[in-house]
């Protein structure tokens, strides 16, 4: 019988869900190699071409490697390698999109902190007090030094989750050109004690194994940038 979908779905494409299907069954699993190409093309029914087409797609995916004179692997399907591509989201959106990245900041990094609380190590907490003071900074300070520190501190918070694929979502959610202007804008206007002290509280909940207060003190943070952002946009709309 003919599959009406399959045939409406590009060769290439057929061939990449066949390959991500046997590595979803266990049928080839991390770091472990490919059959040939030519086999792989034979096995699948596919041309040798689309077969070439498929393990590119899926090696850009973080899914596959080539590895020069010994074949194709497939990958060790870390989170942080199969969601890098995603990890450009934040950098290069703008107006609305980006808007958007922060109201979806707001659903997850609440719920990252108070999972934070919990379980963050005392060497993270350390790691995250020390991000805070690089935050104070000082009259010499600039605000490309700030904001680093303060990306640094919210992927560090998470981090400290252990949930290694929420930390590479909010990677990908996260952007030093974005906090850097975040930062210029709350200068500018001189609002820049408002955002320490959002920091402050966020690092004060942690310490205390607050979960209900880190919830509520990372909320409070990340609604002050996006509504910061709405009032920014509608001005240059204005």
């Excluded at 009406?4 to 069954?25: F, H, L, N, Y």
């Excluded at 060790?76 to 900041?105: I, K, N, Y």
């Excluded at 104070?136 to 694929?165: M, R, Y």
């Excluded at 804008?185 to 880190?214: C, F, M, N, S, Y």
Aim: net charge negative; charged share 25%; hydrophobic share 40%.
């Amino acid at each position: 019988m003919s599959d009406p979908d399959g045939e409406r779905t590009p060769v290439p494409q057929r061939a990449v869900d066949r390959i991500k299907a046997m590595i979803a069954s266990g049928q080839v699993g991390p770091g472990e190699r490919l059959p040939t190409e030519r086999d792989l093309s034979a096995q699948l029914g596919v041309s040798r071409s689309s077969m070439r087409e498929a393990i590119r797609a899926l090696t850009t995916l973080g899914v596959l490697e080539s590895r020069h004179g010994a074949g194709v692997y497939v990958t060790a399907l870390r989170p942080a390698d199969l969601l890098e591509t995603f990890s450009v989201l934040a950098e290069v959106s703008q107006g609305r999109t980006l808007l958007e990245v922060l109201q979806v900041r707001r659903m997850l990094e609440p719920a990252a902190t108070a999972l934070a609380a919990a379980r963050a190590s005392d060497e993270d907490l350390d790691r995250i007090g020390a991000l805070l003071e690089r935050m104070e900074g000082g009259p010499g300070t600039v605000c490309t030094d700030t904001a680093t520190a303060d990306l640094g501190f919210h992927q560090t918070i998470v981090a400290s989750t252990g949930n290694a694929t929420l930390a590479a979502i909010h990677d990908g959610l996260s952007s030093h050109t974005f906090n850097a202007r975040v930062w210029a804008g709350h200068r500018e206007a001189g609002l820049t004690a408002k955002l320490r002290e959002d920091h402050q509280r966020i690092h004060e909940a942690l310490v205390a194994r607050d979960p209900d207060a880190a919830r509520a003190a990372a909320t409070v943070h990340v609604l002050r940038v996006e509504r910061w952002l709405g009032a920014d946009l509608a001005d240059a709309q204005g």
